[in-house]
């Protein structure tokens, strides 16, 4: 299957700093990654959706400013944690999607990134 | 909005007892992903279902696709301790761009 990477995988930081997390599709040409977040024992819930070339497109009650998304190539896709809180820290989870040469969708996860904000 | 549930939320069997979870959306879907996601882990792709109908075989896991095209299923058979984990289904409606996660359900296999 195709590969998604991550990182930072974990990352400590100070409450008012801003954190950024890359997510590299590696074998393949992604124009739309999602940003998902994932607290724990719980479901994936996504952010926003991050296409290339264009502005992010964040959920209900995302805040854009807060939650700086970048998608500058086919591969890369970034999303900066600015400002920080505690009740930031989760699991960040970015996916890319390709499409088959049929048409059809495939979502492949990248491993996460854990945050936690001291 | 499009949501995705799924039952149960959590499943105990013990080791040899087969298991199902069930998917069920609230709008129809043209396409139904399934992932595994170990404790700690990231989910991971298991399978997609774009038919109506569709039935699928890995090994011990079977996956179904509701000939309304608006719930799914996925059957263990003689579930083993490798199978822990959570397992979600996400669908993608047939105007949207993401695909919609269910809750997920938590199997624990007791050996």
């Known amino acids: 299957g195709a590969v998604v990477s991550q990182h930072p995988s974990r990352v400590i930081c100070k409450s008012g700093t801003s954190v950024k997390i890359e997510c590299r599709s590696l074998?393949?040409?992604?124009?739309?990654m999602f940003w998902y977040r994932q607290f724990p024992k719980q479901s994936l819930m996504l952010m926003a959706t991050?296409?290339?070339?264009?502005?992010?497109?964040?959920e209900q009650g995302v805040e854009k400013d807060k939650f700086l998304i970048n998608h500058a190539s086919l591969t890369l896709s970034t999303l900066t944690v600015t400002s920080a809180h505690p009740e930031d820290s989760s699991f960040y989870i970015c996916?890319?999607?390709?499409?088959?040469?049929?048409?059809?969708?495939?979502?492949?996860f990248g491993p996460g990134t854990r945050l936690t904000v001291l | 909005g499009q949501q995705v549930m799924q039952i149960p939320q959590y499943q105990h069997v013990q080791e040899g007892e087969d298991f199902t979870t069930y998917c069920n959306s609230s709008?129809?879907?043209?396409?139904i992903q399934w992932y595994k996601q170990r404790p700690g882990g990231h989910p991971v792709f298991l399978i997609q279902?774009?038919?109506?109908?569709e039935v699928k075989k890995q090994k011990r896991l079977t996956f179904q696709f509701g000939e309304a095209k608006k719930n799914s299923s996925l059957h263990i058979t003689a579930t083993q301790t490798t199978d822990v984990g959570t397992y979600f289904c996400?669908?993608?409606?047939?105007?949207?761009?993401?695909?919609?996660f269910g809750p997920g359900t938590r199997l624990s296999v007791l050996p």
């Open positions: 074998d393949f040409q992604a124009t739309t």
């Open positions: 991050s296409n290339e070339g264009s502005k992010a497109t964040y």
């Open positions: 279902l774009v038919k109506s109908g």
């Open positions: 996400a669908g993608l409606g047939n105007y949207g761009q993401n695909f919609v």
């Open positions: 996916s890319a999607k390709r499409t088959s040469p049929l048409g059809t969708d495939t979502q492949y």
């Open positions: 709008t129809t879907l043209s396409n």
